[in-house]
């Protein structure tokens, strides 16, 4: 429809008023990126609990998260594969067959064969193992992504 067919005797014919009304009756809040947490509406989550195979619980900012007191010792690890573990929210259960993987596996490939046939993703099994190992097997440094 052509802008000389639009009049007020035809369908697509919109009434200007109509219109901004129903413009001032929406209302959009953009989020700001000052607001505190406590000002929020929705809940904001501070992590997943994670096993292998994916999420298990979410966890919301003020609820309790209780850590396993069967937790491996701290630099079995390394800092960085220990830093995106408890970031990711994985369970002791879980580090403790990643460290089991690690100790066992006589390659790269034995390693990501043990944890995703326990449902973990491949690309992530991978770049746990270069954060274990300081072996890039994932992606070499100067690839762009």
């Known amino acids: 429809m052509s802008l000389s067919q639009l009049s007020p005797g035809n369908v697509g014919y919109l009434n200007l008023q109509q219109l901004s009304t129903q413009f001032e009756q929406l209302q959009v809040r953009s989020p700001s990126p000052y607001c ?12 997943y609990n994670r096993s292998l195979s994916g999420i298990t619980k979410t966890v919301y900012v003020g609820e309790s998260d209780s850590i396993g007191i069967d937790s491996p010792p701290a630099g079995i690890l390394g800092i ?5 573990l408890f970031a990711h ?8 067959s990643i460290i089991h993987a690690f100790r066992e596996a006589n390659s790269s490939q034995d390693f990501t064969n043990y944890l995703c046939a326990r449902g973990m993703a491949m690309l992530e099994a991978k770049y746990i193992f270069e954060l274990i190992s300081g072996c890039a097997i994932y992606l ?3 690839v762009i992504i």
């Open 140 to 142: 070499d440094d100067d």
């Open 89 to 96: 929210g994985y369970q002791v259960s879980a580090t403790w």
């Open 80 to 84: 960085a594969a220990e830093k995106y």
């Open 36 to 47: 505190s947490l406590s000002s929020s509406t929705l809940p904001i989550i501070l992590h």
